[in-house]
């Protein structure tokens, strides 16, 4: 079983839509949780982190952590096509190492 | 793409054929990391270094070697390249180790596919 499960899509969605987007994993000592954005042949460019449990909120974006249920989640409200990407959560006990999701496929359609 | 380059963009090379990828950075960051990229595995990570001539091995490290004589250049090697190596890798560049506050940014990438 991987360390951090991610649903790989792709999930399509209309524009304007609110998109959940969501990663589980299994090692508690986690503390820190990102998420990072990968368009078409680019390389990944961090959205958000947070540390520990609680919410973070980012102009349309916020990110959740609910340690208790070793789940994290990312929103994104109005969605507009150029949010069309991969999206990948990453974890880190506190040190460079990161243990990365597949990634989701999002499609925010017109 | 924060100041990264990776060379080449795109390779087909043959199995059993010795081959170098080159990520320079021009950031002045301390620790610069190698990952691949594949379907359903997301990025693992290869090598990483922490300085000038300091390096470790990742998590999927077998048939890799890597090479930082200079702040701004870390180089992957692939010995002798075997089909299971084809991928995408990405390099990494970050000012410290820790995660949160230490981001990663990463390079544009490279196509490496081994016939």
């Known amino acids: 079983q991987k360390e951090v499960e991610q649903d790989p899509g792709p999930l399509s969605v209309p524009e304007g839509a609110i998109v959940s987007l969501n990663c589980t994993y299994s090692?508690?000592?986690?503390?820190?949780f990102m998420w990072y954005r990968q368009y078409s042949r680019k390389g990944p460019e961090l959205l958000m982190y947070?540390?520990s449990s609680g919410n973070k909120e980012d102009g349309r974006f916020t990110a959740q952590v609910d340690k208790s249920s070793k789940y994290i989640s990312l929103f994104i409200r109005d969605s507009q096509p150029s949010d069309s990407a991969t999206y990948l959560c990453a974890m880190s006990r506190g040190n460079y190492q990161l243990i990365w999701g597949a990634g989701t496929k999002l499609i925010i359609k017109p | 793409d924060a100041g990264i380059t990776q060379s080449p963009r795109h390779k087909v090379t043959e199995t059993g054929t010795p081959v170098t990828l080159r990520c320079h950075q021009t950031e002045n960051h301390r620790y610069m990391y190698w990952y691949r990229q594949d379907p359903g595995h997301g990025l693992r990570l290869i090598h990483y270094?922490?300085?000038?001539?300091?390096?470790d091995k990742g998590e999927v490290s077998d048939g890799y070697s890597v090479s930082r004589s200079k702040t701004e250049d870390f180089l992957l090697t692939l010995e002798s390249a075997t089909s299971s190596q084809t991928s995408v890798y990405f390099c990494?560049?970050?000012?410290?180790?820790?995660?949160?506050?230490?981001?990663?940014?990463f390079g544009p990438g490279t196509r490496l596919t081994v016939l």
């Open positions: 990494a560049i970050s000012e410290g180790g820790g995660a949160g506050t230490d981001t990663q940014y």
């Open positions: 090692n508690s000592a986690f503390q820190y």
């Open positions: 270094s922490y300085g000038v001539k300091d390096t």
């Open positions: 947070t540390y």
